[in-house]
């Protein structure tokens, strides 16, 4: 079994930053893939980034620029930090985590609120 723990969200004003950090524990393997994801009210659940244990990161046309999804050179642990934050930035925001053999695994997600 895998657990996914997030942790780092909070209430910040347009323009601050965040750091989010996900870490997967259990039978976790070289070759995954963990990624953030957000939904907000009312929307579908989107990426944000991901990050391949070999460092590959792929980012969301919404966030590239702005945010930074970064992993620990050991652990499946992964940061995501997030820059000049919006208004609507604000969702929760998940971290997953795919094996390789293709099981999916999703922390119960933490809050992100950009407001003044």
């Known amino acids: 079994q895998v657990q996914v723990v997030e942790s780092g969200g909070g209430l910040v004003q347009p323009g601050g930053s965040l750091r989010l950090s996900c870490e997967a524990s259990?039978?976790?393997?070289?070759?995954?893939?963990m990624g953030w994801y957000r939904q907000s009210p009312g929307k579908q659940r989107e990426l944000v980034a991901t990050?391949?244990?070999?460092?590959?990161?792929n980012y969301s046309d919404s966030v590239k620029g702005r945010f930074n999804i970064s992993r620990h050179k050991i652990k499946s642990l992964v940061y995501l930090q997030m820059n000049v934050l919006k208004p609507e930035d604000t969702a929760v925001y998940y971290c997953?985590?795919?094996?390789?053999?293709?099981?999916?695994?999703w922390g119960q997600g933490t809050q992100v609120t950009v407001s003044s």
């Open positions: 997953k985590i795919r094996l390789r053999q293709g099981n999916e695994y």
């Open positions: 259990g039978r976790i393997f070289t070759d995954y893939l």
């Open positions: 990050i391949r244990s070999v460092g590959v990161t």
